[in-house]
């Protein structure tokens, strides 16, 4: 449990491209072991899976509580929607509780009161297994390994069909690149090989998850310096993102989280406001002030003391 969740959401990674961590992951947080779908009882059992529908968020909170140790409570009652193909942004200044609310969803953690809803079905009625089929998690570590463009990005779907690692390339906007690149999608990249910009790493790592087709994307924005150009890319590219699945955004940057469907301010571990950009602007002194810190870049403004980790 006192693995740092950018640990986590590696491992989630390296899950979601089928390199079996998953049972060391299990191990090395101790979960519970969960029943398998045979083992839950037949009125517990996951029913067929409904056709989404806009009616049914890709993912709703309700009144989420949860603490790492019981005595010291992180979330006191999240709750928000992330509607099926909508970009929703996470805010609140460090501590406030944004990585627990990625890692409940992830399901590393189970709420303590509340509940997580996959396409309105209660977390707590599916297998881990089940919600993580559908979510795909990008964190800030850009996971760019040795091999070739091609192989990085077809590594959890390696049969992946041409047209579909053409369709995700120009999602993310990586067409430069592969124009760039000796060789294109077969040149090698990471260690050793061609070196790419923080920011192209991690549509990198955006294509890859895409490519799965995942209902659900977790992304933990970059918060290093990015580039204007890459800037610019990453905000269109989450803006096209939004039209294939649901996109929910650890936000740290104003550029990004203008362009979100809507915008969840947590504060304490509360849901303190959610609205658009210029909704909060006028109603959130919170809001107000990351605003004009920028998202609490780490390093340009000092965070309120959060209690520790
Ligand atoms: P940041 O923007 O700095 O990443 P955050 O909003 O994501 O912050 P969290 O990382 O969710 O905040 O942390 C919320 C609180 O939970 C903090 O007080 C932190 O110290 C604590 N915390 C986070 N991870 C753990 C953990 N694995 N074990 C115990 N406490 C933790």
Redesign the pocket.
Known sequence: ?????SS?FRAVGLVQRGMGAYQRVEEALRLPVEPTTAQIPADHAPAPRPPATRERPALALHDVHFG??PR?P?LRGVSFTVPQRRHVALV????????????LVARFYEPDAGTVLFDGRPAAELTRDACRRGIAVVDQNTHVVHGTLRDNITYAVPDAPEAEIRRVVELVRLEEVVDRLPGGLAAVIGERGSTLSGGERQRVALARALLARPALLLLDEP?SHLDAINEAALTTVMKDVAQECALLV?A?RLSTVQHADHIVV?QD?RTAAVGRHEELLTGSALYRELAASQM?R?GELR?PP????
């Open positions: 449990l006192v693995l740092p969740l986590v790492y140790d010291r992180v609140g200044r460090s501590g406030a509780g944004k990585s627990t609310v990625f890692a918060t650890i740290h947590l571990g609490l780490p965070p959060a209690g520790g980790r």
